[in-house]
């Protein structure tokens, strides 16, 4: 029993922790950013999709992954756009235009698979040229060393930094006060002068160039291939973490590591042969939780203060 | 959904058309043969017209479900999972039970999957009446945990001991009968159809379902006249997820004859589809459901007999969704968006 637990839970989790975070990371960022605008992307999943896609292919073909990674930042902004262009200017449900662009993304890369790199399933190849990883020759020494800290992909602890980056950037400066306020009162914000619609076409367009990194990590950074529907609801993980942290950065990364976290003791449980699931489910239940017990809070307080007005 | 809005649908419906007719054309094959496979690959013959009908059935189910939420103003994005719990409700007591006559064990089945599936509603529900916490997050999140129970289930305790995660065989008096062979259409068709008519007669003429379209157009006013909003929601939500089991325990007695993990390719996110371009109208969610359910048989037949790939038909159908829920698109007269759903 104890020899079982020391192969689940041993140094080595805490790389397979950030590196199954890592996608979800991306993911959720996308969210957050819109979020805040108060739009709830549900497209992420189908932007990262077309992402790795385009990644890989561009990677394949130019042999350049800097070339790839801007493809796909250029094509997640592209189908970003559209979605803006659907929900603000033709009003359309903004949960409807993010699962058929979930549809669209699944279809198109599925028939592009087919008809640009004539393969269906996944496609690999030598040729593709992954991101770089960071090599510090100085930890080779030691195993424990080596496997903490070594040869991360560049996003992931690019990832990371976004994470606070984007924590300051919402909090700390005049743009990220005015996109909240967009998000929290739109008529208040409208008043005071902030251009609501071209504040959230901006933010779209941003978290279409995040998602389109996500991809572009998932494809080439996380693994080296791309396969159908490799995203496998690694997107609406993302949401999820987004609940989990309500829109806030740094608190949506704690969520992301708590998926990853439980995705790679689940996959170690299965390789015993133990059920899995009751692992994986964690996130899942903690997130309604968190989210009840706030709401829950918060309808208290309210009450409180009606009836001292009363 | 009035005149203008059904137009602007129908033109939805043309303009995608004419959008995958250039692609076809584009690839270098006639548009005019593609669409005629199409067209038959979803009607011509018992295998593939009972092809459309076996995907019209958890299509038209799960999009009554989302509809008959909407009522309630509860956006139930977790029919996915009602449908998995009442799939594997469904498949535990068609297996353990034996010996029971045909018409009480299916009865039984899908008894078992409705109470199932509504009470896993029931919990997004209340927390959205009591508490007022999101639906669409919860019931997102709730899709996994209820399918990780099914896996676990599956996976442990009601194992079938084969190499696949499968359930146990269900007996004879438990399955559906198929009603076009080979195909795999079967008689759930007519349990979806008198469903729908039922979910109708209930939303539209019942006393409870003025209660709910009351809660779900104005809350306070329902509240003020003296119905009680948030019981009114909650059982809307049970009344959603029992449609969501119903569905599930149909694909495990009709199409399978087990519960296999996993089963579900997001059937329910196509039926919240098919309800959502419907515009949660009950009397053209069939129409809707059933159209979805030709395109997606149909362009099987058309993938074999001209090579044109299937996902070209998905991503039309994407492309039609996108464009129908934009409906300031094809708007030719003012103000005829209708009240949000």
């Known amino acids: ?310 | 959904m009035n005149k203008s809005s059904t137009l602007s649908t129908l033109v939805t419906v043309v303009v995608s058309l004419l959008f995958g007719a250039v692609v076809v054309a584009l690839l270098g094959h006639s548009p005019a043969e593609a669409y005629r496979e199409l067209f038959r690959g979803a009607f011509w013959g018992r295998f593939n017209f009972g092809g459309t009908l076996e995907r019209f059935v958890p299509l038209l189910l799960t999009a009554l479900a989302f509809a008959v939420s909407s009522k309630v103003a509860v956006f139930n994005v977790g029919v996915e999972g009602e449908l998995y719990l009442g799939a594997i409700a469904a498949a535990w007591v068609g297996a353990a039970l034996t010996g029971v006559a045909a018409p009480i064990h299916i009865g039984l089945c899908l008894m078992a999957a409705m109470a199932v599936g509504g009470a896993w509603a029931a919990i997004p529900g209340a927390l959205k009446a009591y508490w007022r916490v999101n639906e669409v997050c919860v019931t997102i999140l709730a899709n996994y945990v209820a399918i990780y129970i099914t896996s676990y289930l599956v996976g442990y305790p009601l194992s079938a001991g084969t190499g696949v995660p499968q359930t146990a065989a269900l007996a004879a008096t438990a399955r559906l009968a198929r009603i076009l062979p080979p195909s795999r259409a079967n008689s759930g068709l007519f349990i979806a159809l008198a469903a729908l008519l039922v979910t109708w007669w209930i939303v539209h003429r019942s006393t409870w379902g003025y209660k709910m379209r009351a809660v779900g157009e104005n809350a306070g006013y329902a509240e003020h006249v003296g119905i009680r909003s948030r019981v009114t929601m909650v059982w809307g939500m049970v009344f959603s997820g029992a449609l969501g089991g119903m569905a599930g325990a149909i694909e495990v007695m009709g199409l399978y004859g087990y519960f296999l993990d996993g089963f579900s390719p997001g059937i329910a996110f196509d039926g919240m589809l098919a309800a959502l371009i419907a515009r949660n109208d009950i009397r053209l969610v069939p129409l809707l459901a059933f159209f979805l359910a030709a395109l997606k048989a149909g362009s099987l037949g058309m993938e074999r007999f001209t090579g044109i790939p299937k996902s070209l038909v998905d991503a039309i159908i994407a492309m039609f969704i996108l464009l129908a829920a934009m409906e300031g698109l094809f708007l030719f007269r003012r103000g005829a968006r209708g009240k949000e759903a």
């Open chain 1, 1 to 310: 029993m104890f020899d079982d637990l020391s192969l689940v839970f041993n140094y080595t989790l805490f790389r397979a922790t950030l590196r199954a975070s890592t996608p979800i990371l991306y993911a959720t960022l996308t969210c957050i950013l819109t979020q805040q605008a108060d739009i709830l992307n549900v497209g992420v999943e189908g932007i990262m999709l077309c992402g790795a896609f385009t990644a890989v292919a561009v990677s394949y073909f130019s042999g350049s992954w800097l070339l790839a990674l801007l493809a796909a930042v250029a094509v997640g902004t592209v189908i970003a756009a559209v979605m803006a262009l659907a929900h603000l200017r033709y009003k359309a449900d903004i949960f409807v235009v993010g699962m058929a662009v979930n549809m669209l993304a699944l279809a198109l890369t599925r028939f592009l698979l087919q008809k640009v790199l004539g393969t269906s399933g996944s496609f690999y190849d030598r040729a593709i040229v992954p991101l770089p990883r960071i090599h510090l020759a100085l930890l080779d020494g030691n195993e424990v060393l080596r496997s903490l800290f070594n040869d991360y992909s560049l996003f992931e602890p690019l990832g990371i930094l976004l994470v606070f980056f984007l924590s300051w950037l919402l909090y700390r400066t005049v743009w990220g006060l005015r996109l909240r306020s967009v998000g929290l009162n739109p008529l208040a914000a409208e008043t005071a002068g902030i251009p609501v619609f071209r504040r959230k076409f901006e933010v779209m367009l941003y978290s279409g160039v995040v998602g389109g990194m996500a991809g572009a990590y998932l494809s080439l950074g996380y693994s080296r291939l791309f396969a159908e529907n490799m995203t496998n609801g690694r997107g609406f993980m993302g949401v999820a973490a987004m609940f989990f942290g309500g829109g806030d950065p740094i608190r949506s990364w704690i969520g992301c590591l708590i998926f990853g976290f439980t995705d790679s003791i689940g996959s170690r449980l299965q390789s015993l042969g133990l059920p899995p699931q009751f692992i994986l489910m964690i996130p899942y239940v903690a997130t309604i939780s968190i989210l009840a017990l706030a709401m829950g809070r918060k309808m208290a307080a309210q009450r409180r203060a009606r009836s001292a007005l009363k």
